[in-house]
């Protein structure tokens, strides 16, 4: 199944679009959040919307891992996806996926907390979270909640707020547990299959090739472009055969290891497409391709249309 038309399927109220108009960068790169220099310092944040209404937020990659509770009406470009979101959602975000956020209704309230990977590598027991579809870029990053529920999220995010200003020498372990409580609140969203998976060898494989595989990107900038492109490049990163990695990537996956690089590619592709203002040229240079019509191939036979239909047509 498509994950947007499975997105879609799941959360009527919930309307995927592709935004045409929305911010672009200028340049060669991408910038990242004025947030980062400070939560380094940190490691954790957490503070409450009071009045976000008609705010832009630039697509861009953020150096922290982000959760949002928030009530009011927007539009979140993630990755090559655009949502259209309307009551109160829970929105993940992560380090490896470029995201941007434009408030539209009057009103726009909630809470949000940011945090670095240092500080939530303490955690005990958080492999099976980081690896969750929370945080892919193939994944559900955002939840309809219900009353019932905002109220319960509202009360997680106060005592956070509340705990990182005391002296208590342990709150960084209790800041984690909430954190913790509110990932675990939207994994009981998530479809139990999603999660049943053996733990065996071919599986801790996979798992450190698509965790490879993302911290390829997001690309950001055209003078940088993609190291590892074959199944043989990410074999060799990872000192393994590279029949060895196929065959344990098709076991646990059910697909083989290039079917897995072309559609992060693509998807990649896609967002710089949708998301920068780079030509085609530039953008297949950045993705490692020789040749533009290298890359227009490559394109049309994972997509199964040309890049320059993605771009918004000029009036």
């Not at 309230?109 to 955690?123: A, R």
């Not at 958080?126 to 309809?144: D, R, V």
């Not at 998976?197 to 494989?205: L, P, Y």
């Not at 798992?207 to 074999?235: C, G, W």
Request: with cysteine; glycine share 4%; hydrophobic share 35%.
């Amino acid at each position: 199944m498509d994950p947007q038309s499975g997105f879609v399927s799941r959360f009527p109220e919930m309307k995927l679009i592709l935004i045409e108009g929305i911010v672009m960068e200028k340049g060669n790169e991408r910038s990242v959040s004025t947030f980062n220099s400070e939560l380094k310092l940190k490691g954790f944040n957490a503070f409450q919307i009071e009045d976000d209404s008609n705010g832009v937020r630039e697509y861009s990659r953020k150096d922290f891992y982000k959760i949002c509770l928030t009530t009011g009406e927007s539009i979140i470009n993630y990755a090559d996806r655009s949502y259209v979101m309307k009551g109160t959602i829970l929105f993940f975000a992560n380090p490896n996926v470029p995201y941007s956020w434009e408030t539209i209704s009057r009103s726009y309230v909630g809470y949000t907390c940011l945090f670095s990977e240092d500080f939530y590598k303490p955690s005990d027991r958080t492999e099976s979270l980081q690896h969750s579809s929370l945080f892919k870029i193939g994944g559900t990053p955002i939840f309809h909640i219900s009353e019932e529920k905002r109220e319960f999220l509202n009360g997680i995010f106060r005592n956070m707020i509340s705990e990182q200003s005391t002296s208590y020498a342990f709150k960084d372990d209790l800041i984690r547990n909430y954190v913790n409580l509110i990932i675990h609140e939207a994994l009981k969203l998530q479809p139990a299959q999603d999660f049943d998976q053996v733990k065996n060898a071919s599986h801790r494989i996979t798992n450190v090739f698509l965790e490879l595989l993302e911290r390829q990107f997001p690309i950001e900038s055209k003078d940088r472009p993609l190291q590892l492109r074959t199944a043989q490049d990410y074999a060799s990163n990872l000192n393994l055969h590279v029949n060895y990695l196929n065959r344990a990537v098709k076991e646990t996956t059910g697909k083989p290891t290039t079917t897995h690089i072309s559609e992060r590619i693509a998807s990649e592709a896609k967002a710089l497409l949708l998301h920068t203002d780079w030509n085609v040229a530039d953008i297949a240079y950045a993705l490692g391709f020789e040749y533009p019509t290298y890359f227009n191939n490559f394109f049309k036979r994972i997509t199964g249309t040309n890049p320059m239909s993605l771009r918004p047509a000029e009036v």
